[in-house]
């Protein structure tokens, strides 16, 4: 796989460039069994135009001059590298990944403290639930998956189902770590609902805040439209993974 992306945001010019390469590669391990191990490799430059910005000692009555310290680059780039490994079966799935292997510096100040910290991704799910006539595409499941992810003594927990009758899929997340977290309550609550036919699929999806952010936001919303290309090769078996497609 290959990936390409530019995003800049703020009066500032802040912009972010990734350019970099995935692979992976299936192999069985057994009848039911398959184990996917992937790498990725990316390239990723960090900008700014500084003399856009504006601060308040630059606007304040007495003209004074302005104590934010310039960076002394504009931008700065660092390659970076990811590691996974996925196991599943046609009802289970699971893996681990690792982010930044290369502990990346970002940083426009050219300093050797600002290093991107190593992230840790867990991962899995299970179809309670699997119904499909003989030879047929599979018409009803029932999944549950969850995620948990930790970089720099930061953790975080999402737990999930999914409800899916041909042609509508539901969906419920919760996002947090009761117990463990500052945020008793959580995070956030996330629902789902999407609609699927052939190679089209459109969906809407609603983040709710519970935590303490909950008098300053209501949450997000989200809209997908999907369209899958197919080829018209010869089939062949695929093994595909049982995890939601939304």
């Given at each position: 796989g290959?990936?390409i992306?530019?995003?800049?945001?703020g009066?500032g010019?802040?912009?972010t460039?990734?350019?970099?390469?995935?692979?992976?590669y299936?192999?069985?391990?057994?009848d039911?069994?398959h184990?996917r191990?992937?790498?990725?490799?990316?390239?990723?430059?960090?900008g700014?135009n500084?003399?856009?910005?504006?601060?308040?000692?630059?606007?304040?009555p007495s003209?004074?001059?302005?104590?934010?310290e310039?960076?002394?680059?504009?931008?700065k780039?660092?390659?970076?590298a990811?590691?996974?490994?996925?196991?599943?079966?046609?009802?289970m799935?699971?893996?681990v990944?690792v982010?930044?292997l290369?502990?990346?510096?970002?940083?426009?100040?050219?300093?050797?403290?600002?290093?991107?910290?190593?992230k840790?991704?867990?991962?899995g799910?299970?179809?309670?639930?699997?119904?499909?006539r003989?030879?047929?595409?599979v018409?009803?499941?029932?999944?549950?998956?969850?995620?948990?992810k930790?970089?720099?003594?930061?953790?975080?927990m999402?737990?999930?189902?999914?409800?899916?009758?041909n042609?509508?899929v539901?969906?419920?997340?919760?996002?947090?770590l009761?117990?463990?977290?500052?945020?008793s309550?959580?995070?956030?609550?996330?629902?789902?609902i999407g609609?699927?036919?052939d190679?089209?699929?459109i969906?809407?999806?609603?983040?709710?805040?519970?935590?303490?952010?909950?008098?300053s936001?209501?949450?997000?919303?989200?809209?997908?439209l999907?369209?899958?290309?197919?080829s018209?090769?010869?089939?062949?078996?695929r093994?595909?993974?049982p995890?939601?497609e939304?």
């Amino acid at each position: 796989g290959l990936l390409i992306m530019r995003d800049e945001a703020g009066s500032g010019d802040l912009s972010t460039t990734n350019v970099g390469v995935h692979y992976s590669y299936d192999i069985q391990i057994s009848d039911l069994w398959h184990i996917r191990p992937g790498v990725a490799f990316v390239y990723t430059q960090r900008g700014i135009n500084f003399s856009k910005l504006l601060w308040g000692d630059q606007i304040s009555p007495s003209g004074v001059t302005p104590t934010i310290e310039v960076p002394s680059l504009q931008r700065k780039g660092a390659i970076d590298a990811t590691l996974s490994t996925l196991v599943y079966s046609d009802r289970m799935w699971a893996g681990v990944t690792v982010d930044h292997l290369f502990r990346p510096n970002y940083s426009l100040y050219d300093d050797d403290i600002t290093k991107w910290p190593m992230k840790l991704s867990v991962f899995g799910g299970y179809q309670v639930v699997r119904k499909g006539r003989l030879l047929k595409p599979v018409d009803e499941t029932l999944s549950l998956a969850a995620l948990y992810k930790y970089q720099d003594n930061i953790s975080q927990m999402d737990l999930g189902v999914y409800w899916y009758k041909n042609p509508l899929v539901f969906g419920f997340w919760y996002r947090g770590l009761p117990g463990i977290s500052k945020e008793s309550r959580g995070d956030a609550l996330c629902f789902l609902i999407g609609y699927k036919v052939d190679q089209f699929s459109i969906g809407y999806s609603y983040d709710f805040t519970i935590n303490k952010l909950l008098t300053s936001t209501w949450g997000s919303h989200e809209i997908a439209l999907i369209y899958e290309f197919t080829s018209h090769r010869k089939k062949t078996k695929r093994h595909m993974i049982p995890c939601p497609e939304f």
